[in-house]
Nanobody, 125 residues
Framework: QVQLVESGGGAVQAGGSLRLSCAAS????????MGWFRQAPGKEREFVVS?????????YTDSVKGRFTISRDNSAKNLVYLQMNSLKPEDTAVYYC?????????????????WGKGTLVTVSS
């Protein structure tokens, strides 16, 4: 089993920045890709970004391109970050970290085997 724990959420004004972290523990050797999803109040969970843990390009949903950046800690391979800049009120959501044994980063939530409990991001106008 793999456990994922997100941190770094909070309240920020529009235009501000936050950095989310996702720490994986357990059978992390089985993981090959990770991603972030979010769920706004009253809406379905949606894809934000995904990344292969062996390198390669990250895939972003259009609404966050140029503002969000996913990265992996090179010294702590089980730690993934989501840097969020130029935040907008529509970015308000619970953000979930997800991990998969699949090598190809996916935009589909069903492709992920493990999920964190989420961290709340609130952006005020």
């Amino acid at each position: 089993q793999v456990q994922l724990v997100e941190s770094g959420g909070g309240a920020v004004q529009a235009g501000g920045s936050l950095r989310l972290s996702c720490a994986a523990s357990g059978r992390t050797f089985s993981l090959n890709s990770m991603g972030w999803f979010r769920q706004a109040p009253g809406k379905e969970r949606e894809f934000v970004v995904s990344l292969g843990l062996s390198g390669g390009d990250a895939y972003y949903t259009d609404s966050v391109k140029g503002r969000f950046t996913i990265s992996r800690d090179n010294s702590a391979k089980n730690l993934v970050y989501l840097q969020m800049n130029s935040l907008k009120p529509e970015d308000t959501a619970v953000y979930y970290c997800a991990a998969s044994s699949g090598y190809r980063p996916s935009v589909y939530s069903g492709a992920y085997d493990y999920w964190g409990k989420g961290t709340l991001v609130t952006v005020s106008s």
